[in-house]
């Protein structure tokens, strides 16, 4: 199984902040990586897949980046409504993955 | 209105049984690949199971094989969870999520509200 592993598993930011969430695969996952927002009490939303393409809708803020193992989610301008818990998940092989969660908070 | 809508969560004793079910509207169910993800009480998200479009082929996380089953059934529009032999580690909301493909990628593209599942005594 490919184990996936969020860093940091919390963090704390200010608005405007340039936030950056990393993601490493276990091996190789090629671009196979989604990217996930979750707010308390929600349903999680994609918000990048395929490591880099913006799903339809959210703000260009957001990017992501990376191959085979190491992946990065970055926020370039920290807003409130931002505030949530972001999941990468690997879409390479079965079994499905997720990360454990990176809870981003307003310092 | 594009969306899915999960069923059939509660209170169940351990060993026991329960059938979850979602509804999705507003797409062409037969067309898509389909999903079962839950998520503990404060814990992260955790793949179940996926479907293909006609049902034919299903995969699981190793921790319900055997356990769990599921069905879509496209002449009814519909896609199912069914769960025996509960334990209090499958204590979890239960998302019914369908999964997009963008060529040789794909993600969870549309997700329910969830369903809560409380396995204890």
């Known amino acids: 199984d490919i184990q996936m592993t969020q860093s940091p598993s919390s963090l704390s930011a200010s608005v405007g902040d340039r936030v950056t969430i990393t993601c490493r695969a276990s091996?190789?996952?090629?671009?196979?990586l989604n990217w996930y927002q979750q707010k308390p009490g929600k349903a999680p939303k994609v918000i990048i897949y395929?490591?880099?393409r913006l799903h339809g809708g959210v703000p260009s803020r957001f990017s992501g980046s990376g191959s085979g193992t190491d992946f990065t989610l970055t926020i370039s301008s920290l807003q409130p409504e931002d505030i949530a818990t972001y999941y990468c998940?690997?879409?390479?092989?079965?079994?499905?993955?997720f990360g454990q969660g990176t809870r981003l908070e307003i310092k | 209105e594009v969306q899915l809508a999960e069923s059939g969560g509660g209170l169940v004793q351990p060993g026991g049984s329960l059938r979850l079910s979602c509804a999705p509207s507003?797409?062409?169910?037969?067309?898509?690949?389909m999903s079962w993800v839950r998520q503990a009480p404060g814990k992260g998200l955790e793949w179940v199971a996926n479907?293909?479009?006609?049902?034919?082929?299903?995969y699981y996380v190793d921790s319900v094989k055997g356990r769990f089953t599921i069905s879509k059934d496209n002449a009814k529009i519909s896609l199912s969870l069914q769960m025996n032999s509960l334990r209090a580690d499958d204590t979890a909301v239960y998302y019914c999520?369908?999964?997009?493909?963008?060529?040789?990628?794909?993600?969870?593209?549309?997700w329910g509200r969830g369903t809560l599942v409380t396995v204890s005594s």
């Open positions: 999520a369908r999964i997009a493909f963008y060529g040789d990628s794909w993600s969870f593209d549309l």
């Open positions: 507003g797409f062409t169910f037969s067309s898509y690949w």
């Open positions: 479907t293909k479009p006609d049902g034919s082929q299903k």
């Open positions: 091996q190789s996952i090629s671009s196979y």
């Open positions: 395929g490591t880099s």
């Open positions: 998940q690997e879409s390479s092989s079965y079994p499905i993955t």
